[in-house]
């Protein structure tokens, strides 16, 4: 699937597709403990630089790493419409043109960022894609049962808790994983698109 990320690019950030030559920036910014402390995604060891190898790795399959259920993915490296720097990764996951779904995730930003306008502009402009551009029905969310911030981020731009898997997986120091999960759908859409621009224009002030 081709995503044209001139559709992808707002007033405070822009996403492009990850091309190698972002891999050696986005190392540095991810060697940050604060960044995986719920996820555990990364381990902050002398393990690093080959875990972070292979986590690119898998960002640039096209088929990820097949963990949660079929489909394609697209990743994208976040970058301040201000500046040009790289502030985070986001991806496109368990892409599904036959049932008109995806899943949204893998999402993590500095901390410079974190609580700013940043991610609300960025999942408006993901959810614009998935429900305006491709005629999506439904965009999934799903969160580490311990991940409390991402869970109420998701919760703020209007996702809907539906469930969750218990002891679903494990994490990377393997520790046991329940995921939670949430949605919108596409006839919710333009009444969540409304409310996420009145929380970017209220950060904004």
Same mark, same amino acid.
């Given at each position: 699937?081709?995503?044209?990320?001139?559709?992808?690019?707002?007033?405070? &950030?822009?996403?492009?597709?990850?091309?190698?030559?972002?891999?050696?920036?986005?190392?540095?910014?991810? *060697?940050? *403990?604060?960044?995986?402390? $719920?996820? =555990?995604?990364?381990?902050?060891?002398?393990?690093?630089?080959?875990?972070?190898? =292979?986590?690119?790795?898998?960002?640039?399959?096209? /088929?990820?790493?097949?963990?949660?259920?079929?489909?394609?993915?697209?990743? $994208?490296?976040? $970058?301040?419409? /201000?500046?040009?720097?790289?502030?985070?990764?986001?991806?496109?996951?368990?892409?599904?043109?036959?049932?008109?779904?995806?899943?949204?995730?893998?999402?993590?930003?500095?901390?410079? &960022?974190?609580?700013?306008?940043?991610? *609300?502009?960025?999942?408006?402009?993901?959810?614009?894609?998935? %429900?305006?551009?491709?005629? %999506?029905?439904?965009?999934? %969310? #799903?969160?580490? #049962?311990?991940?409390?911030?991402?869970?109420?981020?998701?919760?703020?731009?209007?996702?809907?808790?539906?469930?969750?898997? =218990?002891? #679903?997986?494990?994490?990377?120091?393997?520790?046991?994983?329940?995921?939670?999960?949430?949605?919108?759908?596409?006839?919710?859409?333009?009444?969540?698109?409304? /409310?996420?621009?009145?929380?970017?224009?209220?950060?904004?002030?």
């Amino acid at each position: 699937m081709i995503i044209d990320t001139s559709k992808l690019k707002g007033q405070y &950030v822009y996403l492009q597709e990850l091309k190698p030559e972002y891999i050696s920036e986005l190392k540095v910014l991810a *060697k940050d *403990k604060r960044l995986w402390e $719920f996820t =555990r995604t990364l381990l902050i060891n002398e393990t690093f630089d080959s875990q972070f190898e =292979r986590y690119m790795e898998v960002a640039l399959h096209p /088929n990820g790493d097949g963990s949660f259920g079929a489909g394609l993915q697209k990743t $994208f490296v976040i $970058f301040r419409t /201000n500046n040009d720097t790289i502030i985070g990764m986001t991806r496109f996951y368990g892409l599904d043109q036959k049932h008109k779904r995806l899943d949204i995730g893998y999402t993590w930003y500095i901390p410079d &960022v974190w609580g700013k306008v940043h991610n *609300k502009e960025c999942k408006l402009l993901l959810l614009q894609y998935a %429900f305006e551009v491709l005629n %999506f029905n439904r965009v999934g %969310f #799903h969160v580490a #049962h311990i991940n409390l911030r991402s869970q109420k981020a998701v919760e703020k731009i209007g996702g809907v808790k539906e469930g969750m898997l =218990r002891k #679903h997986s494990y994490q990377p120091d393997g520790s046991s994983r329940s995921t939670v999960l949430y949605s919108i759908i596409n006839d919710e859409w333009p009444q969540k698109k409304n /409310n996420l621009l009145q929380l970017i224009n209220q950060d904004h002030l």
